[in-house]
Nanobody, 123 residues
Framework: QVQLVESGGGLVQAGGSLRLSCAAS????????MGWFRQAPGKEREFVAR????????NYADSVKGRFTISRDNAKNTVYLQMNSLKPDDTAVYYC????????????????WGQGTQVTVSS
């Protein structure tokens, strides 16, 4: 069982930056692939980024590539999402997710989800 708690959301102006954190419980954090998803009002939840267990492999949605960076610190059981050059279209609730299999993150069906943190980008 893995419990995920996101933090770091907030209100930022367009062009600004935020760093989201996701703290995970459990001693097996380093064996899980981790990911970030987001859901804007009236839209379906969408994939943002994922990272494999070691941090050596990352993938991003085209909409955030070059602006967002996912990373992890296995010693701290934490995964991060650094978001730069934010746009109003990035406004959404951002969710952390975990699964032993990275492919399940790509498919949007991970075993574990956090409760979400709101990110609002003003124009």
């Amino acid at each position: 069982q893995v419990q995920l708690v996101e933090s770091g959301g907030g209100l930022v102006q367009a062009g600004g930056s935020l760093r989201l954190s996701c703290a995970a419980s459990g001693r097996t954090f380093s064996s899980y692939a981790m990911g970030w998803f987001r859901q804007a009002p009236g839209k379906e939840r969408e994939f943002v980024a994922r990272i494999n267990w070691s941090g050596g492999n990352t993938n991003y949605a085209d909409s955030v590539k070059g602006r967002f960076t996912i990373s992890r610190d296995n010693a701290k059981n934490t995964v991060y999402l650094q978001m730069n050059s934010l746009k109003p279209d990035d406004t959404a609730v951002y969710y952390c997710a975990a699964d032993p299999y990275s492919e399940r993150l790509r498919l949007g069906v991970p075993d574990y989800w956090g409760q979400g943190t709101q990110v609002t980008v003003s124009s």
